[in-house]
């Protein structure tokens, strides 16, 4: 593991480690049903050291722990699938639900992407969000990202509660056939050029 250290203003992104996981057994979690999925699961100390070692142990994806001032550890975040060829991989980041709304998501991508398309010398980010997720598809707009496609997968949890009031705000991304649940999703993609010239 390297020394690797990258800095924000309030944020330090550093390799993950399996102690950062164990720490995210204290986060808070989402009210919200449809973001249920972004909760961290309750999981024992060898499930942990489990959960640790599939995210980390291919050669394609890397992941990091995301500090804020307080040397709290807010979220992480994978590169994942990264192309050494085509210099391109998809991005995957989640925030300790206590911790979201407080302009740390765009902190820590500012930070990131400078790093990424720099000293990474990458060319392209790719992302996929749920058309419901609107802070996160907000998020990525003003940080630069385009959406390149639209449609439907199928939604994590097929026993949502459909008299929900999350769900229904969020209803026009959603089909339902039969018994299962489809949800729409944006892919997104931000090139190298792009993030630069935004930010002329
Ligand atoms: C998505 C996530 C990473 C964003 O990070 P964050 O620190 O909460 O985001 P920021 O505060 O930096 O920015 C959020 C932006 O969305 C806006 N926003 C918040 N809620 C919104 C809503 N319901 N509708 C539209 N915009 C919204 C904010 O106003 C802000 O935009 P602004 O700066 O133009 O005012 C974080 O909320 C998170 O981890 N969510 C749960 C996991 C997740 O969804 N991961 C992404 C999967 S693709």
């Not at 808070?28 to 024992?44: A, I, Q």
């Amino acid at each position: 593991m390297t020394d690797l250290e990258i800095k924000g203003k309030r944020i330090t992104i550093r390799p993950l480690k399996v102690d950062d996981v164990y720490l995210m057994r204290k986060w808070g979690f989402h009210e919200n049903p449809l973001l249920e999925d972004y909760n961290f699961p309750k999981l024992s100390d060898k499930d942990i050291k489990m959960w640790y070692r599939v995210k980390t142990n291919r050669f394609v994806n890397k992941y990091y722990g995301i500090r804020n001032e307080s040397d709290e550890l807010i979220g992480y975040m994978g590169i994942k699938n990264i192309k050494r060829i085509t210099k391109e991989s998809t991005l995957g980041l989640v925030l300790d639900p206590n911790q979201v709304d407080k302009g740390y998501g765009t902190e820590i991508l500012e930070t990131f992407l400078q790093y990424y398309f720099s000293k990474m010398k990458m060319r392209k980010m790719i992302l996929e969000v749920a058309e419901f997720n609107k802070r996160a598809y907000r998020l990525y707009e003003k940080i630069g990202f385009k959406p390149i496609g639209y449609y439907l997968d199928e939604f994590f949890d097929s026993g949502l509660d459909l008299t929900n009031p999350y769900y229904i705000i969020e209803k026009s991304s959603f089909v339902i056939k039969g018994e299962k649940i489809y949800n729409y999703i944006y892919k997104m993609t931000l090139d190298r050029k792009r993030f630069f010239k935004l930010r002329q």
